[in-house]
């Protein structure tokens, strides 16, 4: 499969069961995302790092201390194949697939339905930076140099623009007048100041400009 085969998509998994086969460091960050998310996650493995014994006794996901069991995937929305048995994910994969469920084989895309892409967040901003399971460090190095481009300003005026919306929407119902609007505001010169740490200067521009709107 070819990175420009897949479609990208955001999932809400806030309360959704999700998943995670496997208790080391790398099912760690899986589970640690999908948390970041609001989902519910189940974790199966016979043993754990000792960052996630901790998160479990504190009930951040449920634990399951053994093997897999097929029954595992009883309702899961999402699985994450985590488990370094070649074998075993390789039958986790087949499983899910049946079941039409979403699966990642962690390390093998071959295997993989979806893949978790290295991603940003910055408040609502969330960009995300995948090579379709060929080369996930280069997709981490990528993001550790937009990292240091966006900073939390990014954040702000997302959140700014989000509240202003609905308002601008409901003031301007014509579809092509509301692309003109933000086209005069969501500019270049708005970026660079964002980029450049101006973030004031940046949600006053955009706080007066759909004041003055709003206003008329």
């Given at each position: 499969?070819?990175?420009?085969?897949?479609?990208p998509i955001y999932l809400k998994l806030e309360g959704k069961k999700c998943l995670v086969v496997g208790g080391?460091?790398?099912?760690?960050?899986?589970?640690?995302?999908?948390?970041?998310?609001?989902?519910?996650?189940?974790?199966?493995?016979?043993?754990?790092?000792?960052?996630?014994?901790?998160?479990?006794?504190?009930?951040?996901?449920?634990?399951?201390?053994?093997?897999?069991?097929?029954?595992?995937?009883?309702?899961?929305?999402?699985?994450?194949?985590?488990?370094?048995?070649?074998?075993?994910?390789?039958?986790?994969?087949?499983?899910?697939?049946?079941?039409?469920?979403?699966?990642?084989?962690?390390?093998?895309?071959?295997?993989?339905?979806?893949?978790?892409?290295?991603?940003?967040?910055?408040?609502?901003?969330?960009?995300?930076?995948?090579?379709?399971?060929?080369?996930?460090?280069?997709?981490?190095?990528?993001?550790?140099?937009?990292?240091?481009?966006?900073?939390?300003?990014?954040?702000?005026?997302?959140?700014?623009?989000?509240?202003?919306?609905?308002?601008?929407?409901?003031?301007?119902?014509?579809?092509?007048?509301?692309?003109?609007?933000?086209?005069?505001?969501?500019?270049?010169?708005?970026?660079?100041?964002?980029?450049?740490?101006?973030?004031?200067?940046?949600?006053?521009?955009?706080?007066?400009?759909?004041?003055?709107?709003?206003?008329?």
């Open positions: 499969m070819k990175s420009d085969d897949l479609y080391g460091a790398v099912a760690q960050r899986k589970i640690h995302g999908l948390r970041e998310c609001g989902a519910a996650v189940t974790v199966v493995s016979p043993e754990l790092t000792p960052s996630l014994q901790e998160t479990a006794i504190g009930g951040d996901f449920c634990y399951n201390r053994r093997g897999f069991r097929a029954g595992d995937l009883d309702g899961q929305q999402i699985v994450v194949a985590a488990t370094g048995d070649f074998e075993l994910n390789a039958q986790i994969a087949r499983l899910c697939l049946r079941r039409s469920i979403p699966v990642n084989v962690v390390d093998n895309p071959g295997l993989s339905t979806f893949f978790v892409p290295a991603v940003i967040r910055r408040g609502p901003l969330c960009i995300s930076i995948s090579t379709g399971g060929s080369s996930p460090l280069l997709a981490r190095r990528i993001r550790e140099d937009l990292e240091g481009e966006l900073g939390p300003g990014f954040a702000e005026i997302a959140t700014l623009l989000g509240e202003m919306r609905q308002r601008i929407q409901d003031r301007l119902t014509d579809e092509e007048e509301r692309r003109r609007f933000w086209d005069q505001i969501v500019t270049p010169e708005l970026i660079a100041l964002l980029k450049s740490g101006a973030t004031e200067t940046a949600r006053k521009q955009v706080k007066a400009a759909c004041i003055s709107l709003l206003s008329e």
